[in-house]
DNA sequence: CGAGCGATTGACGTATATCAAAGAGAGTGG
DNA sequence: CCACTCTCTTTGATATACGTCAATCGCTCG
């Protein structure tokens, strides 16, 4: 993680808020007021964040790591619903409504948070109306990806939507090598599974074919390289889905 | 459709209004005020509301009668998003950033809309800035439904599936009769096919086997009797999705 | 009453889940 | 530094649920 130049250790309440679209619309002046409400937390891998049910009050803001927020089935089995990784915020579902916690969210590596108790996003809100209307376009965008993410699951093909999950985390996790783009993935593939509700043996058979036909190289477990862009782009659709 | 007994004719203008939450907190003079920018529009069964890809510019209010918000996936299948009816609205994507809409939307009966065009909508919410909260807290319900559709789409049993999409119509249009709940269904068996990703036949056979059982009764292709309910919330999968 | 469209039913093939066993990494302790 | 173990992944064999194709049925509406 890199220092900033200007503010020393202090600047790490800022972070964060520099990285959210949230506050985009702000001064510097107001950044600093709301740095000082921010609270600071860490959690290891596989440490829970909050549970499914708790009635968490807080906006938390990833501002290091990844985590992972699932739903436990009826039959068991664990359906990710998101990982979110740095920049990206949850919990917002329980700052408004007395809304419960719909999901379970779990550090995916070491992770580092902001967060805001319900109390202080109010006052908040109350100071910048305009917040709203950027909640308001951040739960749009989320929205517009599940609509495409449900639309996927609805198109039978698996194939489809590994391809298609590879791209995305291409987009989100990837970076530029001489041979491609390489990935370095949030997700085991047992994690890839439940995310996109298939069996984990069906994720490696499939990865195992796209290896085979020279689009991806496997590297580890941690780590895919992506060598054929267009062909991966072709498998998923040719519309962007995800 | 009931007539409202203080203000005739013109009270179709605020019907809409008092049946969405968005406009909950407004005293009877704001809403007054409000009826005033309200466009009326009739459609009649297929008709097409506004396809994928336009730019609509306003916030449609279903009044009466229902209809299918759909995207066609890359294999040509159409997915259907949301069934949307008396009290719902969508078109809110476009108020706010540039987007073009995501899906389409098409009447799945008569129906009769309320709208807003982009700009009075946005003199709205300059005049009465609760109304972003309470927008907030309905898409937050709305992204909330859609985590719980995705969870399900992950669970593997399409019987689950068909069982809580039941349940759910049997909420949203279902009357209490002697032997059960009598749902009538907005969707066709096709419709419902499409809503949960399968295939026609799939559904038939499915309903099929829950009349076999003395779930539902089949009352033509419009109607279904749920008979058992407790069964087919068994068969759902007990915790309540969807 | 007849025509037409949607729904049902049946036969069949295939994709994916499941079960089972073997293989590869990563970390631990000798 | 190497062997050992634990966990995650891969690979294989088998079963099954669902999709597809095709034929028949049965409403609904003219």
């Given at each position: 993680m890199e220092k900033c130049d200007v503010c020393g250790a202090q600047c790490l309440h800022k972070l964060c808020m520099h990285k959210v679209p949230i506050f985009s619309s702000l001064s510097q002046d107001d950044l600093t007021h709301i740095a000082s409400i921010i609270r600071h937390k860490k959690y290891q891998k596989g440490e829970t964040l909050f549970s499914e049910g708790n009635r968490p009050d807080a906006l938390?803001?990833?501002?290091?790591?990844?985590?992972?927020?699932?739903?436990?089935?009826?039959?068991?089995?664990?359906?990710?619903?998101?990982?979110?990784?740095e920049g990206d915020f949850f919990g917002e579902r329980n700052l408004f409504g007395r809304q419960v916690s719909a999901y379970t969210v779990e550090a995916l590596e070491p992770v580092k948070t902001c967060s805001f108790t319900k109390e202080s996003f109010h006052e908040l809100l109350h100071a910048y109306p305009e917040i709203a209307i950027k909640i308001i376009e951040e739960l749009e965008e989320r929205i517009s990806r599940m609509e495409s993410a449900l639309q996927s699951m609805g198109v039978?093909?698996?194939?489809?939507?590994?391809?298609?999950?590879?791209?995305?985390?291409?987009?989100?996790?990837?970076?530029?090598?001489?041979?491609?783009?390489?990935?370095?993935?949030?997700?085991?593939?047992?994690?890839?599974?439940?995310?996109?509700?298939?069996?984990?043996?069906?994720?490696?058979?499939?990865?195992?074919?796209?290896?085979n036909e020279g689009i991806i190289r496997s590297n580890g477990n941690k780590s895919i390289l992506l060598l054929d862009r267009s062909m991966l782009e072709a498998s998923a659709g040719k519309s962007a889905d995800f």
């Open positions: 938390v803001i990833v501002n290091e790591g990844s985590v992972k927020a699932f739903k436990i089935t009826s039959d068991g089995r664990e359906q990710i619903l998101y990982v979110f990784s039978r093909s698996i194939d489809n939507r590994i391809s298609a999950l590879l791209l995305d985390f291409a987009e989100k996790y990837g970076t530029s090598v001489p041979d491609g783009t390489l990935i370095h993935l949030p997700l085991s593939r047992e994690g890839m599974a439940n995310y996109l509700g298939v069996a984990r043996e069906t994720v490696s058979r499939k990865l195992g074919l796209l290896e």
